[in-house]
């Protein structure tokens, strides 16, 4: 009724398109799930705790993200937290670069795949967080979820700033899907011959494209 409603009042003039759009986007936000606003877990960046500071830094300088999740195990489904880059750049100025990453870790919000992007909302204003972990039903990850995610969500716009390589990264995870999807059919072709590990294609992307 309210959808209805705001749809009447934008064509009698009482509301310009935009904001009917809003107050759409507002009404069903309630529906909406954590698997369906993250970011996929091929295009998020993650770094080993195990790693040093002045080593994270030097093959990466130009990481664009303020937040990077951490994990052990030489596994992204053992995500152990997160680690700020305003952070790490004070540990380098201090000294403190042989240190390892986990030094500087943060914990980070942990939530199922079917959880309610409202009540997540209400999690990080709570405890003042900015990013959780989605996990799938056997504990790995499936993504990643912002504060950026739920606000782009609710206002029906992508948030673009200046370092973003790509607007929707659920989009370029998609891209990525299809184009391994694409290369292992050529791999199987008749004319392939045999297929070995080192013949498959990378399901990563290189740090200048994705993360949260």
Do not use: C, W
């Amino acid at each position: 009724d309210f959808l209805a409603m705001a749809e009447l009042g934008e064509q009698e003039g009482v509301f310009d398109a935009e904001e009917s759009q809003m107050i759409g986007h507002l009404i069903r936000f309630q529906g909406v799930q954590a698997r369906d606003v993250m970011t996929p877990r091929t295009v998020v960046s993650a770094a080993p705790e195990e790693q040093t500071i002045e080593s994270y830094y030097s093959n990466d300088k130009r990481q664009h993200f303020s937040r990077l999740p951490t994990y052990h195990a030489g596994s992204k489904d053992h995500i152990t937290g997160y680690v700020l880059k305003s952070d790490v750049l004070v540990a380098l100025i201090e000294g403190r670069g042989e240190e390892e990453l986990g030094a500087l870790r943060r914990d980070i919000i942990a939530v199922n795949e079917r959880h309610p992007i409202t009540d997540l909302f209400s999690t990080f204003m709570a405890r003042k967080e900015h990013i959780a972990v989605v996990l799938d039903d056997f504990g790995g990850m499936a993504g990643i979820v912002t504060m950026e995610d739920i606000i782009e969500t609710l206002l029906g716009l992508e948030i673009v700033d200046e370092t973003d390589a790509t607007s929707d990264m659920r989009i370029l995870a998609q891209r990525h899907r299809e184009r391994r999807a694409k290369s292992l059919q050529e791999l199987a072709a008749p004319s392939a011959g045999p297929m070995s590990n080192a013949d498959l294609p990378d399901t990563e992307i290189g740090k200048d494209e994705g993360n949260i």
